[in-house]
T-cell receptor
């Protein structure tokens, strides 16, 4: 079983739609959680950290459920420019190492 | 802005060649990482370094070695390239605290 699991997608949604991704992690000792975004043929970049209380950044909302060991990302009012792969990332507090999920691909259509 | 640079964007090598991939970061980060990324397998950690001359194996170190002679530079070495090492190689350094990893643009290596 992978340590961090994501549905690879692709999720095909129309512009303006709301879309949600989930990610599950296996290590209950996980400390920190993140969503990264990776555009085609580019490097991953931090989108947002995920806090226990949930956090919002514009159209993006991240939630953490420690009891069920999953993280979610909600994107409202999808834009064409949101098309990318979204990587769920977990830190197990073993130094500064991060464990990446396989990514979920989002395609926003006009 | 943090900058992580990699020596090549695209590289084509022959089986058996020795390959050097170089990575440089300009933010004085202590921790640096080498990953490979393959379709369906995601990002996998090859090696990381938490200080000059220090290195630790990641999840898939076989066939690779690394060198960290200076804080800003972390090199990945393929001693004898094989076709199964064809991949995208990503270097990263980390900003501790928020644990944000900054990635280089990647090197797409093809071994023929």
């Amino acid at each position: 079983r992978k340590e961090v699991e994501q549905d690879p997608g692709p999720f095909n949604v129309p512009e303006g739609a709301t879309v949600a991704f989930n990610c599950t992690y296996s290590n209950s000792a996980s400390q920190s959680f993140f969503w990264y975004r990776q555009d085609c043929r580019k490097e991953p970049k931090l989108l947002m950290s995920v806090y226990s209380s949930g956090n919002e950044d514009g159209r993006f909302t991240a939630q953490l459920n420690r009891a069920s060991q999953y993280i979610s990302l909600l994107i409202r009012d999808s834009k064409l420019s949101d098309s990318a792969t979204y990587l769920c990332v977990v830190n197990y507090n073993a130094g500064n190492m991060l464990t990446f999920g396989g990514g979920t691909r989002l395609m926003v259509k006009p | 802005d943090v900058k992580v640079t990699q020596s090549s964007r695209y590289l084509v090598k022959r089986t058996g060649e020795k390959v050097f991939l170089e990575c440089v970061q300009d933010m004085d980060h202590e921790n640096m990482f080498w990953y490979r990324q393959d379709p369906g397998l995601g990002l996998r950690l090859i090696y990381f370094s938490y200080d000059v001359k220090m290195k630790e194996k990641g999840d898939i170190p076989e066939g690779y070695s690394v060198s960290r002679e200076k804080k800003e530079r972390f090199s990945l070495i393929l001693e004898s390239a094989s076709t199964n090492q064809t991949s995208m190689y990503l270097c990263a350094s980390i900003n501790p605290g928020p644990y944000e990893q900054y990635f280089g643009p990647g090197t797409r290596l093809t071994v023929t």
